[in-house]
């Protein structure tokens, strides 16, 4: 037989309601930001426009984890770490998702041929999402001081913008625009104008690859930084 809550519980409850569980719905934000950072990797490894949907959807339900986790915030009077951590946590999670959601928008639209540089940069996004979920895992299981020296988000970022800067450079400097701006060649200005044309929509989908690297580390720094208060 179930045992009925004394009276006097259910009257504090109703005063000040049970703590909401922050560290497990963040938790859920972070797992699903680790598939939709692996379904890009995939998408741009594969090359196939089917694998666009996986990464749609979780987008979509990264948004719907962060709405749902920001009314809590609203509702709740008492949580387990500072409101305002919660909520930066929560949107860098987000606008992550929305830089991958646009790296697939622009290849889409721009007609764009994944690259090996995108497919590096995708990669390290899928590794320091990884970092983030399991570093909030560490936070959930109670062990905030193991979480500072287990952030390497900052390094996926500082590699991705490595990446990001040899891109660039070899889009300049490799055999096709060699040829182009010999002296004894002769390109037309059709030829010219593609040139310039596909070097800005691959930089329009290395930029957004970027930008989510520089989300990334925001959200690890947000991480590292309550596990100090809270460690």
């Given amino acids: 037989m179930k ?3 004394p009276w006097w519980l259910k009257a504090w409850e109703m005063i000040v309601p049970p703590m909401t569980d922050f560290h497990a719905l963040l938790g859920e934000q972070a797992e699903n930001l680790e598939a939709a950072s692996k ?9 196939d426009p089917a694998l ?6 979780h987008v979509r339900a990264g948004h719907q984890l962060r709405q749902r986790n920001l009314a809590l915030l609203h509702k ?3 949580t387990p770490i ?6 930066t946590l929560a949107m860098n999670i987000d606008h992550i998702l929305d830089y991958l959601k646009n790296t697939v928008r622009e290849v889409e639209v721009l007609q764009v041929e994944p690259d090996h540089w995108m497919q590096k940069m995708a990669e390290q996004l899928s590794i320091g999402a990884g970092v983030l979920r399991q570093g909030l895992k560490l936070l959930q ?3 905030a001081d193991q979480v500072p020296s287990s952030m390497t988000t900052h390094h996926q970022e500082r590699h991705i913008e490595a990446l990001y800067r040899d891109a660039l450079a070899e889009m300049f400097g490799g055999e096709e625009y060699r040829l182009l701006s010999e002296s004894s060649s002769d390109p037309s ?3 010219c104008l593609q040139f310039v044309i596909s070097r800005i929509k691959r930089r329009e989908v290395y930029r957004h690859l970027s930008n989510a690297a520089d989300r990334l580390d925001h959200a690890g720094e947000a991480l590292r930084d309550i596990s100090v208060k809270y460690e």
Avoid: H
Avoid at 39 to 47: D, F, G, I, K, R
Avoid at 82 to 87: F, H
């Fill in 39 to 47: 379904a890009l990797q995939e998408y741009l490894e594969e090359n």
């Fill in 52 to 57: 666009a949907a996986p990464v749609k959807e």
């Fill in 82 to 87: 500072d409101r305002e951590d919660i909520y």
């Fill in 76 to 78: 709740n009077f008492i």
């Fill in 189 to 191: 200005g059709r030829e």
């Fill in 3 to 5: 045992q009925r809550k």
């Fill in 141 to 143: 299981d109670g062990m």
